[in-house]
């Protein structure tokens, strides 16, 4: 079975201090990790994903497979960064059979206070 | 282009109702999603379609749900017999394709429709 955890549901920081939003996962093949960023009143939208290994709006993150971790992370957060980020799992397990349906976090919001 | 697009937008419905919530993807999009997200339980996943194979109905959550997707492009999620435990925003998504052995395509989100069961 797939599984992601955020454990924390409410991250609120200073404008300009660093973030650090957490995602663990479970899964017993090769996934895909992503980062969903829901903007207040807007769709969920793709932030970023772990192949890519590319930073978005200054956001980076990193599969951990020792770990099984895929924390979000930005050196200096800014006010629009305020948004529910979702972690997501996509597996492509040899026993999968499952295509690329979503697993998803219950998802942190993040407050960036002035 | 257009995105994703899911009609109604707000859905109020009585306890024992039947409801149809549609999802229009992008256009040439062939894998289409349905995802529920209630409140403290983040986003579970449904059904997904993937152009003419059988459907992945693995996380309906019981014989009261059904989806549909006529001509390969929108669908229609069925709710029989509404209970108060639906009540949640039902979201659709649709990527370009499903790569086999290779990376999964981004999934673009329609708004949802918040479904409300009194």
């Known amino acids: 079975a797939q599984r992601v955890t955020q454990p924390e549901k409410l991250l609120s920081v200073f404008k300009g201090a660093p973030v650090e939003l957490k995602c663990n996962y479970s899964y017993s093949g090769s996934p895909e990790l992503f980062w969903y960023v829901q903007y207040s009143r807007q769709r969920l939208q793709l932030l970023l994903r772990?192949?890519s290994r590319e930073s978005i709006k200054g956001f980076t993150a990193d599969l951990n497979k020792g770990e099984t971790s895929f924390h979000l992370k930005k050196p200096f957060a800014q006010e629009e960064d305020s948004a529910m980020y979702y972690c997501?799992?996509?597996?492509?397990?040899?026993?999968?059979?499952?295509?690329?349906?979503?697993?998803f976090g219950t998802g942190t919001q993040l407050k960036v206070e002035l | 282009g257009a995105g994703v697009s899911q009609s109604p937008s707000n859905k109020v419905t009585e306890k024992g109702k039947d409801v149809e919530l549609r999802c229009d993807p992008i256009s040439g999009h062939t894998a289409l999603y349905w995802y529920r997200q209630s409140l403290g339980q983040g986003l579970e996943f449904l059904i997904y379609f993937q152009g003419n194979s059988a459907p992945d109905k693995s996380g309906l959550p019981s014989d009261r749900f059904s989806a549909e997707r006529t001509g390969g492009s929108v669908s229609t999620l069925t709710i029989q017999r509404t209970q108060q435990e639906d009540s949640a925003v039902y979201l659709c998504?649709?990527?370009?394709?499903?790569?086999?052995?290779?990376?999964?395509?981004?999934?673009?989100f329609g708004p949802g429709t918040r479904l409300t069961v009194l």
């Open positions: 997501a799992l996509s597996g492509h397990g040899i026993l999968t059979g499952g295509g690329n349906k979503l697993t």
């Open positions: 772990h192949i």
């Open positions: 998504a649709s990527s370009l394709r499903v790569l086999g052995g290779g990376s999964t395509d981004t999934q673009y």
